[in-house]
């Protein structure tokens, strides 16, 4: 229950709605590029939460000052038990551009909430550079994994991200080199807004900076060499893509799967028998906000998956090592499963189906007899549509070239009422 749902304690102890939480963005020039409403609701708060260096640069304070505590998360109940009284939380930046904005607001009411947003550092990197905001894709590798910026290293692509600390853009340099990329060109923007501002630039293949502010922002011009490690952005890639130890789904297959799966934006998949995670790994990157739980028995393979998951920049695969169904259980529903592996195996098709929400679709491929034997009584029971697929790949007999068939696949698609 929300701690602010209409039946909470909270809710009915407090019924009044005003506004008592602001959100302030602040910028390294400090109280000087604050609005006068902000400078106003800042001073007006009995406490001001903030990182020390946003407390430093929002001196000086009516309030009490408090550093957030480190985990965020160990914060969030002490705000929320001061509600109704002025409480300012402090930001860098926009707070709702990959900041604690969209956190505080899944646990307060937005009404109750005022925001003063200060200009992004995507904004601020742009106007430096003179490129268009909107041609640019915009990234954060704040706690998260480097490899997030797989899919968007595009040719000629201008990329702006968010650094984790003073370390992301030689890591960043080592990762394109790495990938035919080095002669992409890296601008560190550091501290801007403020008296430490600093710009430098470097191509990846040179890159050596050192004492790189934590504070910094990088802009990135890819530049690619005709031999460059470039994801396609279709789905289907080519099996070199993927590790394995021949449990693989087949790029034409896959292809087929992924479109049957159909995936939409946000979405969640369960992709069970997992192997070299293909398919999971594909959906992901059918859109940055698609996530994958994977499920795969054999610890090998599952870490062969994560490796595939990280060189294809697929960071929202989430890999579990268990066998289904008992692997299933408590997992959050799917809005789309496939089964490569295991489909025969008791109750793992009426775990799946049970758990898929309605309008859920769920895709089945056997390649056994015995597993099509079980799409036969499923199809009967459930409906859905059937398709055989088969595929033959040219390959050199002797001095020649001939035909080599792939083992047929039997692929069941239905939806759930």
């Not at 400078?39 to 406490?47: F, G, I, N, S, V």
């Not at 109750?112 to 905001?133: D, K, N, Q, Y």
């Not at 859905?384 to 070239?401: D, F, W």
Request: contains cysteine.
């Amino acid at each position: 229950m929300s701690p602010f749902s209409p039946n909470s304690p909270a809710e009915s102890s407090m019924a009044a709605k005003a506004p008592w939480l602001t959100i302030i963005g602040i910028g390294e020039d400090g109280r000087a590029g604050l609005s006068p409403a902000a400078l106003a609701a800042l001073d007006r708060a009995e406490l001001v939460i903030g990182g020390a260096r946003h407390l430093d640069l929002a001196a000086p304070l009516a309030g009490q000052a408090q550093i957030w505590p480190s985990p965020f998360a160990e914060g969030y109940p002490m705000i929320l038990a001061r509600r109704g009284r002025p409480t300012c939380i402090l930001a860098t930046g926009d707070p709702f551009h990959y900041g604690i904005g969209a956190e505080l607001s899944r646990l307060i009411p937005p009404e109750e909430i005022v925001c003063f947003p200060h200009v992004s550092a995507f904004t601020l990197a742009a106007a430096r550079m003179g490129w268009s905001l909107p041609d640019c894709d915009c990234l954060s590798l704040h706690g998260r994994a480097l490899e997030r910026i797989v899919p968007a290293v595009q040719p000629g692509a201008r990329l702006l991200v968010l650094s984790w600390d003073g370390s992301t853009p030689g890591r960043l340099a080592a990762l394109l080199n790495a990938r035919g990329l080095g002669g992409s060109a890296i601008t560190v923007l550091e501290a801007m807004g403020g008296p430490r501002e600093r710009i430098r630039r470097a191509v990846a293949s040179d890159f050596s900076m050192g004492d790189i502010d934590p504070l910094n922002t990088l802009a990135i011009e890819i530049a690619a060499a005709r031999e460059a490690r470039i994801v396609p952005l279709a789905p289907g890639l080519a099996d070199s893509w993927f590790e394995n130890d021949g449990q693989l789904t087949k790029a034409e297959i896959r292809a087929l799967t992924l479109a049957a799966l159909a995936p939409r934006a946000g979405e969640l998949l369960w992709d069970i028998g997992l192997g070299a995670g293909s398919v999971g790994i594909e959906w992901c990157l059918r859109h940055p906000r698609n996530r994958c739980i994977g499920i795969e028995e054999r610890p090998e393979r599952a870490e062969r998956a994560r490796r595939n998951a990280r060189e294809l920049g697929a960071t929202a695969l989430d890999i579990r090592v268990g066998r289904a169904p008992d692997a299933l259980a408590d997992l959050p529903a799917p809005d789309a499963v496939f089964i490569g592996g295991g489909a025969s195996e008791p109750g793992v098709f009426d775990a799946a189906w049970a758990a898929l929400k309605p309008g859920g679709r769920l895709v089945l491929n056997a390649v056994t007899l015995e597993t099509e034997t079980l799409l036969g009584t499923l199809y009967a029971r459930h409906g859905g549509a059937m398709r055989r697929l088969a595929v033959s790949r040219l390959e050199a007999v002797g001095g020649m070239h001939g035909w080599r068939a792939a083992m047929p696949v039997t692929q069941w698609m239905v939806t759930k009422p």
